[in-house]
């Protein structure tokens, strides 16, 4: 293994949750031929701030794929409720590949695996070689990621203009439960945005008393006995769902096996930030202010915390 480079950031970005979050963040614009700009400018945006505070040697962009994943092959219903993708935005993605490379930033898919999956894996992967592993994310996911304060999820806030930033005493001190057990949240409450069902009639305040006495849904189960002596109801609607229970936390861990880079220089940042062709390349969108932002930001936007759930 590398010698850990302590003051070295990974940056990991979650690409489409971040170009989507900047889409609904913004008005729409148009680049000077007339297409849509307006996620590619707040994907831009975001990048810069990014590269001003970070200053990060190694970063990678996910991307989910059109592929189906395990996950719905497990679960037909999985996501089927999320609306169909802005015929303004269909271009702006595929174009923020672009944009992203620009910046010097590898961007990674991989068929039958989701943006979270390979950011859980690189994290993970190489969080002992680097300072620090900064997760960028547009949702509440890849918290399950997170990991003392040597990986971080850095969540946008109100649009995109300011960030909640979360290490693992963050996590817990918002939610109550460890970042591991995350899946175990969202295999009893579920989560709407993924349509994963999760067990009916257990709320967050539960599913918290639950892990925090059981720790892990399948201990819950295991310890069985135990809840249905102290609340009856409660067990039974736990066995009811048991099946249930157990496919939505799959469905809501991140993998750590993705196929993925797997030496920490394939991920090194091959771009720098006050060169003339980025300038250009933004330009061509029609983001002047962009450019001047580069050349002039001193000061990085304030960061606050913020409630999750």
């Given at each position: ?6 003051k070295d950031t990974l940056l990991l970005i979650d690409a489409n949750s971040i170009i989507h979050r900047a889409y609904h ?285």
């Amino acid at each position: 293994m590398e010698k850990k480079r302590m003051k070295d950031t990974l940056l990991l970005i979650d690409a489409n949750s971040i170009i989507h979050r900047a889409y609904h963040a913004l008005p729409p614009l148009t680049a000077p031929n007339g297409e849509p700009t307006g996620a590619l400018y707040g994907l831009a945006s975001v990048l810069i701030r990014l590269f001003k505070e970070k200053h990060p040697r190694y970063a990678a962009a996910a991307f989910d794929l059109p592929e189906p994943t395990f996950r719905k092959q497990k679960f037909s219903g999985y996501k089927a409720l999320r609306p169909p993708t802005p015929d303004d935005l269909i271009p702006q993605l595929e174009a923020s590949k672009d944009l992203i490379s620009r910046f010097g930033i590898k961007v990674l898919g991989v068929p039958g695996y989701e943006a979270d999956d390979i950011i859980a894996t690189l994290a993970q992967r190489f969080s002992g070689q680097v300072g620090q592993v900064v997760i960028l994310s547009g949702d509440l996911d890849l918290l399950q990621a997170v990991d003392g304060d040597q990986v971080v999820a850095e969540i946008p806030q109100k649009g995109i203009s300011t960030a909640v930033i979360y290490n693992e005493q963050g996590v817990l001190d918002r939610l109550g439960i460890r970042p591991n057990q995350v899946p175990d949240y969202k295999g009893l409450v579920g989560d709407k945005s993924d349509n994963i069902p999760g067990v009916s009639g257990v709320g967050p305040k539960t599913a918290v008393t639950l892990i925090k006495t059981y720790g892990t849904i399948e201990n819950i189960y295991q310890k069985i006995q135990l809840l249905e002596k102290e609340s009856p109801i409660l067990a039974d609607k736990l066995m009811r769902n048991k099946e249930t229970a157990l496919l939505s936390k799959e469905l809501a861990t991140a993998l750590r096996d993705a196929p993925s880079p797997k030496g920490l220089e394939e991920l090194a940042v091959g771009a720098d930030l006050y060169q003339t062709s980025l300038y250009r390349y933004l330009e061509g969108f029609g983001f002047k202010t962009l450019v001047q932002r580069i050349e002039q930001e001193s000061e990085p936007p304030k960061r606050k915390m913020g409630k999750l759930f």
